[in-house]
């Protein structure tokens, strides 16, 4: 868990340095927030078992409604939620699983892997070169994001 959260934790504070105006020490402090509030939140919501158990609770949204666990971790460095509507997509899904972390921007963007692991007992997921083509969508414009992030992939 501790891998997905800080994946996840990761990328919304790129997103947030790609938009500009918020200091390294505000960036730092935000994600220290963020993986706690993702911690806490998802304590007794997490199965590695059966990764998608669980997988709408732990779903990060924005959709012209700010999540309220980005919203409380902003919060917590002084960040209003009008701020962050002006740096973060106004739609942001972000799923946050055993084995995996990806995200979408905009309701027609694609599917993007952050972080992938093979699942124990030799399950495997779609392999990453599936998935290649989420920064050149993105970048032509499909997934409408307001503003130009630079994308992020680890796997193990």
């Given at each position: 868990?501790?891998?997905e959260i800080s994946t996840a934790a990761a990328f919304v504070t790129r997103l947030l340095r790609a938009a500009g105006g918020i200091g390294e020490e505000q960036l730092r402090r935000f994600r220290e927030c963020l993986q706690e509030a993702l911690r806490?939140?998802?304590?007794?919501?997490?199965?590695?078992?059966v990764p998608s158990k669980g997988s709408g609770y732990r779903c990060i949204r924005i959709n012209h409604k700010m999540d309220p666990l980005i919203g409380k971790a902003a919060g917590m460095i002084g960040l209003s939620h009008e701020r962050l509507?002006?740096?973060l997509p106004s739609e942001l899904t972000l799923w946050v699983d055993p084995f995996e972390v990806s995200y979408r921007i905009g309701e027609d963007g694609s599917i993007c892997v952050l972080y992938e692991s093979p699942q124990p007992g030799g399950k495997t997921t779609k392999p990453l070169e599936s998935r290649s083509s989420c920064k050149e969508e993105w970048r032509i414009g499909r997934s409408s994001p307001s503003k130009?992030?630079?994308m992020m992939t680890v796997s193990n």
């Open positions: 868990m501790r891998t806490e939140h998802y304590k007794h919501h997490w199965f590695p078992l509507f002006q740096l130009n992030y630079s």
